[in-house]
């Protein structure tokens, strides 16, 4: 059985850091290229930051581009995501998503083609 455990949310004032984190299972971690996704009460799901297969082939939203950093560790089958100087606008609910990829498929920004989801955890920033 497949299963994406989010952790790391929490509260945090403006200007803030949290580090979120991603645990696989069920999977072959190593052929997903997971993403990162945050949904806000009243709006759609949203990109947020993707990492590929291969070492350092990330993609950011605009809006976490120098703030946030995804990583991967294979070995712990764990995605991070590091949120640096957030904001109120960064609260939100976060969910990570895996895509099953071929090795030169870079992660990409659409929700619909992820194949398994988790079930979120929530940030807050207060200013």
């Known amino acids: 059985q497949v299963k994406l455990v989010e952790s790391g949310g929490g509260v945090v004032q403006a200007g803030g850091s949290l580090r979120l984190s991603c645990t696989f299972s069920g999977i072959t971690f190593s052929y997903y290229a997971v993403g990162w996704f945050r949904q806000a009460p009243g709006q759609e799901r949203v990109f947020v930051a993707g990492?590929?297969?291969?070492?350092?082939?990330?993609v950011y939203a605009e809006s976490a581009k120098d703030r946030f950093t995804i990583s991967r560790d294979n070995d712990k089958k764990t995605v991070y995501l590091q949120m640096n100087s957030l904001e109120p606008e960064d609260t939100a609910d976060y969910y990570c998503?895996?895509?099953?990829?071929?090795?030169?498929?870079?992660?990409?920004?659409?929700?619909?083609?992820?194949?398994?989801w988790g079930q979120g955890t929530q940030v807050t920033v207060s200013s």
């Open positions: 998503a895996a895509k099953r990829v071929i090795l030169s498929v870079s992660p990409n920004e659409q929700a619909a083609s992820y194949d398994y």
């Open positions: 990492i590929g297969r291969r070492l350092g082939d990330t």
